[in-house]
């Protein structure tokens, strides 16, 4: 079975990109959905949190306090790597889990914003990386995230790899510009996974 991994910054597409590859019947492993999920239900990890960022971590019903450590972490960069270090690294063995309950499947993937941050590339056969430029992201996110000012946004894209850089260390770039249709660019990738897979 092939691992595959889809990246790319805050606003490119890429949940839109990887519908299409679960309407083709593809498993989509979400790692910022599962990562939360992991927080959350991780006793090891829960015990790792609380030591680093103290009982308050979680509320006294046992809830995650995502936004005391949004807080504490965000605007702190050696609180965010630390907590990035934590986390990581039980999101990669509940992935590997994941995997081998899909183990029929010709090919899997995996979303990831920061597949190269976190080093889950590692784990990968193959990574896809989704682009779009600049304005085109900013407006996306300003129209679907009515919380965020443009400052916000550019703030979570100064924490992310810079585009190019993911561009370049990925086999294969899907362009989600507004200007190049994505379906017939995921048809021949899957088309090419599946061949691949077969061999």
Known sequence: MLKIGITGGIGVGKTVVCRMFALLGVPVYDADTRAKWVMQHDQ???????????????????????????????????RLAQLNALVHPHVGNDFAKWVSSHAGQPY?????????ESDS?????????????????????????????????????????????KIARSR????????????????KLHAQFLSESAR
Request: hydrophobic residues 45%; without cysteine; charged residues 30%.
């Open 108 to 116: 899997v993937l995996k979303e990831a914003a920061l597949m190269y």
């Open 44 to 78: 090891a990890l829960r015990q790792e949190l609380k030591a680093a960022y103290g009982p308050q971590t979680f509320t006294a019903t046992g809830e995650l306090d995502r936004a005391y450590l949004a807080k504490l972490a965000f605007n702190n960069p050696a």
């Open 121 to 165: 590339w590692k784990q990968m056969d193959q990574i896809i990386a989704v682009y779009a430029p600049l304005e085109v992201r900013i407006k996306r996110l300003l129209q679907r995230d009515a919380h965020r000012t443009e400052a916000d946004i550019k703030a979570i894209m100064a924490r992310q790899l810079e585009e190019e850089e």
């Open 172 to 187: 294969h770039v899907i362009y989600n510009d507004d200007t190049r249709l994505i379906i017939p660019q995921v048809l």
